[in-house]
């Protein structure tokens, strides 16, 4: 991100952290006021500057060299969801990707779905770990249908226990497995049901 130093409303040197910048169109942008230490306060910033639309300065994570030169990095924020990413992914089966070469579309499709479904709170299902019975999402890639079977699997006392009945069990499966399909086709994924709607292929981006 290019930034005239005669446009820098900050002081001179290096610095690092949160930045209110000015979206001008392009890769290019102006730094209005930084670095703060929490994006928070990029927010509460904006206003001291009458922005119309606060979208138009948007709050970035970077480091600002002594030219007045705006380098993007990655936040804590980023490193930390990247984090609980990778968390999520290692709860899949050890096998998942066996059969998968390494540029396999399905590979990508799986870390993506993934990220929508924790990003809307919903983790993925921990197949063989210690946290096996409380269940989450089920993700499976199956080239035979070229995309990924999507299920809901629910905590032990309700899918092996059954404390509440097997037409409470079924029933709040299908609503689960409902609101899985319902999230991905929000975040742009083509998503079929798939047996009997105990499931849901998911092949694309709409």
């Known amino acids: 991100m290019g930034l005239p130093s005669g446009e820098v409303l900050v002081g001179s040197g290096i610095g690092k952290g949160w930045w209110l910048v000015v979206d ?9 006021a930084g670095p703060f230490p929490e994006r928070a ?7 001291g500057f009458g922005l119309e639309d606060p979208a138009s ?3 970035v994570y970077g480091v600002r060299r002594a030219d007045g030169v705006l380098h993007r990095r990655p936040s804590p924020q980023d490193w930390a969801w990247l984090a609980h990413l990778g968390g999520q992914l290692d709860r899949l089966a050890d096998d998942w990707d066996a059969d998968l070469a390494e540029e396999d579309p399905l590979v990508t499709m799986v870390v993506e779905v993934a990220a929508a479904l924790a990003e ?9 770990g210690a946290d096996s019975e409380v ?3 089920c993700l499976t890639p199956e080239p035979a249908l070229a995309g990924i079977v999507v299920t809901w699997r629910q905590h032990d ?5 059954q404390v509440h009945g097997p037409a409470t069990d079924s029933a709040v499966q299908q609503v689960m497995n409902g609101a899985l399909a319902d999230v991905l086709r929000v975040r742009g994924f083509t998503v079929d049901a798939f047996g009997g709607a105990s499931g849901h292929v998911v092949r694309s981006f709409a």
């Open 24 to 32: 001008e169109g392009e890769g290019s942008g102006r730094i209005l």
């Open 41 to 47: 306060e990029v927010g509460w910033a904006a206003g």
């Open 57 to 59: 300065a948007p709050p």
């Open 120 to 128: 809307a709170g919903l983790p993925v299902h921990d197949c063989a």
């Open 135 to 137: 269940g989450g999402a």
């Open 157 to 161: 006392r309700m899918s092996v226990d």
